[in-house]
């Protein structure tokens, strides 16, 4: 909670960052309005808290809601570190930290341990996170209930009643149609007994890094200008049934880099023949393993 | 014994356009009472302010859930919601209006025995079957969508999917209105063995008295808003008081 209560006084930060941009871009009275938001959320773990969301300079759907978030929570000692689909060098993550560079002139970090920040796009890093670390996620549809509900008016009732029968249909009609619950990404939860959310697009893989996190997880979505968040050490439970139990089981192979069989993998073709080998996403992850072997 | 639905002195205006006044019912445990009345009385207006759907102007409703009396109108929202989804049950005139129609049959009829915490697939998938079979429609049809299938077999979809709960009260706005002749009869029967044999509480509205004569107890006959006669089926039938309701049964019961 620390980082997200450090409320930022203006003048201690002016020393060597870009004069044309306020500490990370946002202006105060915008950071503070996302920061209560933000605790709203966090008091209330999984619920959608509305926030009136910023123009950014990035388009919607490459993260604003994300970038939003991370800005109101930033101080000058952080050291960020932000991934797309797991990678570090991608193109969009590669933006987005140079943004945080630019406009908040602060540190910035591949390695998952040394981050107080991270912001991900579908996928929680391999590494196990602790406590004082803060995970951001870029969330494009943050409503579980959009696929059965369009009116906003209507889903908020169904979360105030928890009138969640039709979250299992969907599940329901998985099964009867594929033999077992097909669902492998945005795979809905429970959180702390209470409220269904959407984790965002990361494989059901990383569902269980959710539960009982040591992590504060906050929630972005820029577009649909949504807050959530997970406290630390909440219960986040994947929805089933009795007798077909959550599965988070992964592609059977190992790293061709690393070799390790535990961590989550991209499928990649290796040459013209089309021969595909598969590699860890959380490039890091595979990267610290080189190293110390 | 308890009323299980008790209805008073309720009242619905649309502006100034009377939509049912001064109405007055008395439901039992598995009784079925009948609203009967011509185009435009009111008949709708009526369910639909006693079942959720409608919020009255005024009036009274209690409804008796074994284990205490709900006062209807005065309950939070959200009690009210919980109990038209778990205690009661609305069959809709247009089955279109009562399913989803994205969704296969079977998760259709799941969705009440999920919202109420089921967890199990396959006994959720006897109970599909079983519920097929009780509303004659073939188990192999269970994973088809509701597009594929007739008139009648929506209708029969629907009453399935209302009734998989066992709701306390069941309401029905003109449930084999809209079917041709054949159809409406093969409904008929199987809602007349469905209340037999599952003791069911039913309000239903129709204007055809055929149908109210076949399924109900008591029947309240409607006129413009108000109920101008209520009693005994077979008694206000075959002994009708009111020149309306007389003019009723010699118009229609002679066919
Ligand atoms: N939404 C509405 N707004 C205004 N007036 C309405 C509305 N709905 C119904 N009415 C009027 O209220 C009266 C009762 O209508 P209602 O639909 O309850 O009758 P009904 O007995 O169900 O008729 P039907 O047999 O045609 O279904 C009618 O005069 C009708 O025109
Ligand atoms: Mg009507
Ligand atoms: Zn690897």
Redesign the pocket.
């Known amino acids: 909670m620390n980082n997200v209560l450090k409320f930022k006084n203006k003048k201690n930060t002016v020393a060597a960052q870009d004069e044309i941009y306020n500490f990370a871009y946002l202006d105060e009275n915008t950071k503070r309005m996302i920061r209560r938001a933000l605790i709203k959320a966090l008091c209330i773990p999984g619920y959608q808290v509305p926030f009136s969301s910023r123009e950014m300079p990035m388009p919607y759907g490459w993260g604003t809601g994300g970038v939003q978030v991370t800005s109101s929570c930033l101080t000058t000692d952080d050291v960020i570190k932000v991934i797309d689909q797991g990678a570090d060098d991608t193109t969009n993550a590669v933006s987005i930290r140079n943004f945080f560079k630019k406009t908040a002139n602060i540190k910035t970090t591949e390695k998952t341990s040394q981050a107080s920040i991270i912001q991900t796009r579908h996928r929680i890093p391999e590494e196990k996170l602790k406590e004082k670390q803060i995970l951001v996620y870029q969330v494009p549809i943050p409503e579980p209930l959009a696929f059965l509900e369009p009116r906003y008016q209507e889903t908020k009732k169904m979360h105030a009643l928890s009138e969640y029968g039709i979250m299992h249909v969907k599940l329901y009609e998985d099964i009867t149609k594929n033999g077992h619950i097909e669902t492998a990404y945005a795979y809905p939860v429970k959180t702390n007994d209470r409220y269904i959310m959407d984790p965002s697009p990361i494989p059901k893989f990383d569902n269980p890094k959710m539960n009982n996190n040591p992590a504060i997880q906050l929630f972005g979505a820029g577009r649909e200008q949504r807050i959530y968040a997970i406290p630390p050490y909440t219960e986040v439970t994947s929805l089933d049934f009795e007798d077909y139990p959550f599965d988070p089981s992964k592609a059977p192979h190992k790293c061709s880099i690393c070799g390790s069989n535990e961590s989550f993998l991209d499928e990649i073709i290796t040459d013209d023949d089309g021969n595909r080998s598969f590699i860890c996403s959380d490039t890091n992850y595979c990267n610290q393993r080189m190293e110390n072997n | 014994m308890q009323p299980i639905l008790s209805v008073h002195n309720l009242n619905k205006y649309?502006?100034n356009?009377?939509?049912?006044k001064n109405m007055n019912l008395t439901l039992y445990p598995g009784e079925v009472v009948g609203v009967v009345?011509?185009?435009?009385?009111?008949?709708?207006?009526?369910i639909?302010s006693i079942s959720g759907n409608l919020i009255p102007d005024s009036g009274k409703i209690l409804i008796e859930t074994g284990n205490e009396t709900i006062d209807f109108l005065e309950i939070s929202e959200s009690l009210k919601r919980l109990l038209i989804r778990t205690e009661l049950a609305f069959v809709h005139?247009n089955p279109r209006d009562g399913l989803r129609l994205d969704v296969s049959a079977g998760g259709n009829i799941s969705e009440r025995l999920m919202s109420i915490g089921q967890r199990n697939y396959g006994n959720i998938r006897q109970t599909i079957f079983k519920w097929l079979d009780k509303v004659e429609i073939d188990k192999s049809r269970a994973d088809d969508f509701p597009r594929t299938f007739s008139g009648g077999m929506l209708q029969r979809l629907q009453i399935a999917k209302n009734l998989v709960t066992s709701p306390k009260i069941i309401f029905m706005?003109?449930p084999t209105g809209g079917l041709d002749v054949s159809v409406q009869a093969k409904i008929l029967d199987l809602l007349r063995k469905l209340v037999r044999e599952l003791n069911l509480s039913v309000v239903i509205?129709s204007?055809d008295l055929a149908v109210i004569r076949l399924l109900a107890d008591k029947i309240i006959v409607?006129k413009n808003?108000e109920a101008v006669e209520s009693g005994l089926c077979d008694q206000v039938l075959d002994d009708p008081q009111h020149s309306y309701t007389q003019l009723l049964v010699s118009s229609v019961l002679q066919v």
């Open positions: 649309y502006g356009q009377v939509g049912c009345g011509e185009s435009g009385s009111g008949k709708t207006t009526f639909n005139q706005d003109e509205v204007h409607m808003g």
